[in-house]
């Protein structure tokens, strides 16, 4: 009988492997697909300078055309065929094409940020992809950020910062990404070359949720004596703008300012003062 059980169990986690396996075949056929066709588009979210309550700049976030899939799901499978490379380059080269087309339109230029995942980061040619690119569509290097997260990091500290150093010869921003949701050592911002810090929505949560905004604060105030730029990510309530903003965050991102929009959508938000949302 425990024997029988035991069988059915194997036979359980078999079929969930299959599936799991297909599925990522599905979707690596999918990413193949799109990128043959050109089928992928980026949607920009906003980042709004807390001060004036203005647009800042935007996030570029990878979508499929034609398919509800989340990056949360594709990109780990870009990442471990290697389509991540040639994904990564079309979103590189489609979002400093953007910021010259709102040159080329007369609009003043926002930076744009892009996120890059630790295969791309290493891939010796990212450096010169970048450069190239930039000099190509003659944008001006300090419009665009990357953004990188811990685990890029985690093995390859010395690496790291070398590629990190040249990039910031380039004149690129860098963030860290996603801070507070790995080992989020205060000792990496330390010694590494970067621009901004976007405190994760998990790590926002979790203080607000304490009622303990004064860790926030001196977090935060941390942050800026290391010369560093704090974002917070996922704000979604109006409190949260009001305490954050107290908790002097210098840059808020999240759905109470805008989800990921279309390219087409922006127009409507770029003169919006969000500040209005306060409380009087
Ligand atoms: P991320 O870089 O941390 O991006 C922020 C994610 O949080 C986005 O999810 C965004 O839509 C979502 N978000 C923004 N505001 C809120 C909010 O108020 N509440 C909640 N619950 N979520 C919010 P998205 O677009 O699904 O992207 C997920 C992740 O996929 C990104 O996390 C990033 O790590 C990765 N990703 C997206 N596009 C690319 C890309 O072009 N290349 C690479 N390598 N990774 C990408
Ligand atoms: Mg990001
Ligand atoms: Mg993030
Ligand atoms: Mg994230």
């Known amino acids: 009988n425990v024997k029988r059980k035991g069988k059915n169990n194997y036979l359980f986690f078999d079929e969930k492997m ?3 396996f297909n599925k990522k075949i599905r979707i690596e ?4 697909k799109a990128l043959k066709n050109e089928s992928f588009v980026l949607y920009y979210q906003p980042i709004i300078e807390t001060r004036t309550g203005k647009v800042a700049s935007f996030e570029a976030l990878l979508r499929i055309k034609d398919f509800n899939i ?19 380059k079309w979103v590189i080269k489609e979002a400093i094409k953007q910021m010259r087309r709102w040159r080329d339109k007369g609009h003043n230029s ?6 890059l995942s630790p295969r791309q980061f290493f891939d010796i040619n990212l450096i010169d992809y970048i450069k190239k690119t930039l000099e190509e569509y003659d944008v001006d290097p ?6 990188i997260t811990e685990n890029v990091f985690a093995e390859k500290k010395f690496e790291t910062v070398n590629i990190l150093n040249r990039l910031k010869a380039l004149g690129v921003m860098i963030s860290l990404d996603d801070f507070g949701t790995g080992y989020s050592s205060l000792n990496y911002l330390t010694f590494m070359p970067l621009d901004k810090v ?3 929505k998990s790590l926002k949560d979790k203080f607000i949720e304490l009622e303990n905004i004064k860790i ?36 808020l991102q999240g759905y109470l300012f805008s ?10 938000i770029l003169n919006k003062d969000y500040t209005k949302l306060l409380p009087k």
């Open 142 to 147: 300090s419009f665009l950020e990357v953004e």
């Open 29 to 32: 056929n999918i990413l193949r």
């Open 18 to 20: 299959k599936e799991k």
């Open 198 to 200: 976007k405190l994760d």
């Open 110 to 115: 926002l930076p744009i940020s892009i996120n």
């Open 216 to 251: 926030m604060d001196s977090l935060i105030a941390l942050v800026h004596g290391l010369n560093l730029k704090v974002v917070t990510e996922g704000v979604e309530e109006v409190e949260e703008f009001r305490r954050m903003r107290r908790a002097g965050s210098d840059y």
């Open 70 to 88: 989340s990056p949360e799901v594709f990109i780990p499978i870009a990442e471990e065929t290697g389509l991540i490379i040639p994904i990564g």
């Open 259 to 268: 989800k990921p929009i279309t390219i087409e959508e922006i127009g409507e």
